[in-house]
């Protein structure tokens, strides 16, 4: 088995969710700490062995006041912020750490309550990750998160002759997904109609087109081979990680149609020993539906350009689907509560563990799946974290 850059091989031994969707009583320190005990228990090993800390998002000086909040003084820490894809990364850190013998077990954890703030007004909705900087050429002329992907999908579009109908299919699959899911949000099923019909946000995308906003929390447990045998649950092991960071001004985005997934994921996989072809279930950051796709074709799954064709045909269904993807139903349908990368991580491990209950994907000839790919995207596709996990 590869292991990451150092000797000892690595697990994820316990993952865990807080309360999600809309949870109106909560802090979010609370839903850290919630996410935390339970992914403890999960993995049966006591708080005392955690030495590392990884947490993002919340708190002056985060993660060492996540940390406090939680009693954990670790002697290893990290608090890389690089949006959706911070988990991924975070993961490929506690991995290479514990590998090396700096850590012998890290705690990811996230929590927050952004649906429930602006319920509450206590915050509004971002227009712009704000205007100083280099960003301060792009915010004057509307250039929004979404706006920017909305740009990103339209040049996909005129690239490859992309239609609006493959983009909503992702989108359709997604709400299939979760309706197996009954902590997800969004059950009800939808049409491709429905998605084309919606209310336009930014051209070419509808609602429905776009993540949803709800609370939540998750954490995530890596710990050293020797500690395995003490766990409650079977390991899930790292077999390969990748990072990458591209731009943060379009002005400096080489091609619209490329994520840097195309970079992470391909390290992620030489890593591992594996390839594309050889992965049984996907979890892909979906904060839109072009996000989906455009990284289905940079891990290698389809040919670029292909990608609304790959898609179209019904693959990324948990019912019948040959590759599939975001079994909770993502962040189109499931749940969605900020920077999401932690929950593809919950989401990878469960299935690999046969615990996903009617979500549950097997392979052709039935069994449980192997191999996981979990991939998670930041900014307006300004960095990418992929990690491969294995059973």
Known sequence: MTTPSGNRKVAVVGVALSDCGRVDGATPYALHAQAARRALADSGLDR??????????????????????????????????????????????????IAAGHANAVLLVYGSTARADIRAGRR???????ARGPLQFEVPYGH?????YAMAARRHMHEYGTTLEQLASVAVQARQNAALNPDAMFRDPITVDDVLSGPMIADPF???????????????LLV???YVRDCRTAPVWVLGTGEHVSHTTMSEWPDFTVSPAAVSGRIAFERAGVRPGDIDVAQIYDAFTYMTLVT???????????????????RLRVEGGELPVNTDGGGLSGQHPGMRGLFLLVEAVRQLRG???????????????????VSGTGGWFCSAGTVVLGR
């Open 144 to 148: 929004t998160l979404i706006a920017k």
């Open 206 to 220: 509808t609602k429905l087109h776009c993540c949803l906003r709800s609370d939540g929390g998750a954490a995530v």
């Open 224 to 226: 050293a081979e020797e």
């Open 48 to 97: 005392s062995v955690i030495d590392g800390f990884a947490s993002a998002g919340l708190g002056t000086l985060a993660p060492v006041e996540v940390a406090e909040y939680l009693g954990l003084r670790p002697t290893w820490v990290d608090s890389t912020s690089v949006g959706g894809s911070t988990w991924e990364v975070m993961a490929a850190h506690a991995a290479d750490a």
């Open 296 to 314: 289905l074709e940079d891990l290698g799954f389809c040919a670029k350009g292909e990608g609304g064709a790959f898609v179209e045909k019904g």
């Open 124 to 130: 509004t909705g971002n227009l712009s990750f704000g």
């Open 355 to 373: 615990e996903a209950g009617p979500r549950q994907t097997h392979r052709p000839d039935d069994t449980l799946p192997e191999l996981g790919v």
